[in-house]
């Protein structure tokens, strides 16, 4: 391979801009350092009037040369608000109700895919590979291939595949399935996934086949951060603030996928029928704002605002806060080392890819006294995960029972089960998911 063109929608780390909070972002980080890199996609800017001028910005930091390109507010509208987050998004989080399926939305989605190939087919070169991140992308592959790029291409899908019978909801699912022959390898993150993917394509008679690919971190980098963020003087602060309390931390975007409301009722719960942990217990919950002028996340906000200050209102003192709530992302360093002073995360997604934070927790524990994870089954990471807590994320009762659990276990319980959670941690990481990919992808014979 001469180079390793990496295309998503968002691109990250452009100098000087702030990194978002999302895992792709950090995971890919982590992948590129070994390859000469082209990363090519949407440049996070809003173009004036229509799309007939469209700018290529280029820019190389170190080995990798960002491109990118505008996109008109209709665009952005049509493409990235409304058919990749308002339909795809929830769709394949299987929560068809939330779909607001527009066809004009599908017209603009289809559209800007042919963009991208119009814009990235022109850069391409002799011997690239070509690795297409995520749902906004599904026809990309098909659109290249329409340019006669004959470059080895593969997908990777990020977030969970729904069971056919539920994909179908989609009034284009049948064709958005047959895009994805253009692709030489199809990734996804879990066996369900794998399986819901190629029921699909044998439904419909498509000779194409996903493959198990689960994403992972950097646990040595994550681990390190989480050392050496117990300096700063915020996580000192903290433990004054604490005053010997437990503390429970949850980490996720603002998104109705991450089960946010559901636990914190789970956490109401638990000082209801646990009294003994009330006045000694605090809960921090740190969920940045995203996606915010979709109308589900806005509504998503207004019911968080409204549980916590019913559960502060309910349970609080004037000397304790039961729940302690933020909106705004924290440097790495600090969410990591703010994960080592806890004694349990909750991580309760009612459906997630993998989900990244369920991984950086565990790497950000010490060997003497590890804090212990709560994980829903439904997140793509359960599977490898079984020695956390396992809850069923929509189960307030069973919430409060594991988050006794967890503040109860013995420490010879806690070692053992970290132990195990860790080699899986430092076994399936980004670096060998990036590299078994790519490895696939090499492997694949052109015509
Ligand atoms: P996300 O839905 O963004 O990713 P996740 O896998 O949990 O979910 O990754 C989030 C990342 O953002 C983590 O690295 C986390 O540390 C960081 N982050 C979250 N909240 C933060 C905060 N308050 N401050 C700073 N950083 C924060 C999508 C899919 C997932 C899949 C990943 C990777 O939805 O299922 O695991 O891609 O494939």
């Known amino acids: 391979m001469r180079r390793l063109v990496i295309v998503s929608n968002r691109v990250p780390a452009l100098r000087g801009r702030k990194q978002p ?5 950090v995971a890919l980080k982590d992948a590129v350092r070994d390859h000469p890199c082209l990363w090519f996609g949407w440049s996070g800017q809003q173009i004036g009037g229509d799309s007939a001028d469209r700018p290529l910005n280029v820019d190389t930091v170190g080995n990798v040369t960002y491109a990118t390109i505008g996109l008109t507010q209709r665009e952005y509208n049509g493409f990235y608000q409304g058919y990749s987050n308002g339909i795809l998004w929830p ?6 109700g939330l779909m607001n399926y527009s066809r004009h939305d599908q017209q603009i989605y289809d559209d800007v895919n042919t963009v991208f190939a119009n814009s990235l087919a022109p850069l391409l070169e002799d011997g690239d590979v070509v690795w297409v991140h995520d749902y906004h992308l599904f026809p990309l592959g098909k659109a290249l291939r ?13 977030i969970p595949f729904p069971p056919w019978s539920l994909m179908r909801s989609l009034p284009e699912a049948a064709s958005l399935m047959r895009a994805l022959r253009a692709y030489d390898v199809i990734g996804v993150q879990t066996e369900d996934d794998a399986r819901n993917m190629n029921e699909a394509f044998s439904v419909l008679g498509i000779p194409a086949r996903a493959r198990v690919f689960p994403i992972g971190i950097d646990p040595d980098s994550f681990a390190a951060c989480a050392r050496e963020g117990q300096s700063l003087p915020q996580v000192q602060r903290l433990k004054q603030e604490l005053r010997g309390m437990p503390l429970i931390i949850g980490v996720d975007r603002m998104d109705y996928s991450k089960g946010l409301p559901e636990r914190l009722r789970g956490y109401a719960t638990f000082l209801k029928r646990y009294p003994e942990y009330r006045g000694k217990v605090v809960y921090l919950q740190i969920t940045p704002v995203s996606r915010g002028s979709v109308p589900e996340y806005q509504s998503l906000r207004a019911e968080l605002d409204q549980i916590v200050g019913h559960i502060n209102g309910t349970y609080g003192e004037f000397d304790w806060t039961p729940v302690r709530y933020l909106t705004h992302p924290l440097p790495r360093e600090l969410l990591a080392a703010f994960f080592q002073l806890s004694s349990a995360a909750l991580v309760t997604p009612l459906r997630d890819g993998m989900n990244l934070v369920a991984k950086e927790y565990v790497a950000a524990q010490q060997p003497d006294d590890p804090g212990m994870l709560i994980l829903s089954r439904f997140a793509g990471a359960a599977p490898d995960m079984e020695d956390a807590l396992l809850v069923n994320p929509h189960d307030s009762d069973e919430i409060a029972s594991a988050l006794h659990m967890a503040l109860s ?4 319980e806690r070692r053992l089960r970290w132990e195990r959670l860790r080699t899986d941690v430092w076994r399936v990481t980004a670096a060998n998911w990036a590299r078994s990919f790519i490895a696939a992808l090499s492997e694949v014979r052109t015509a």
Do not use: T
């Open 21 to 25: 909070a999302g895992g792709l972002a």
């Open 91 to 96: 769709l394949c989080h299987y929560r068809a």
């Open 146 to 158: 329409h340019l006669k790029v004959k470059a080895r291409i593969g997908f990777f899908l990020h």
């Open 409 to 412: 276990m013995s420490g010879s």
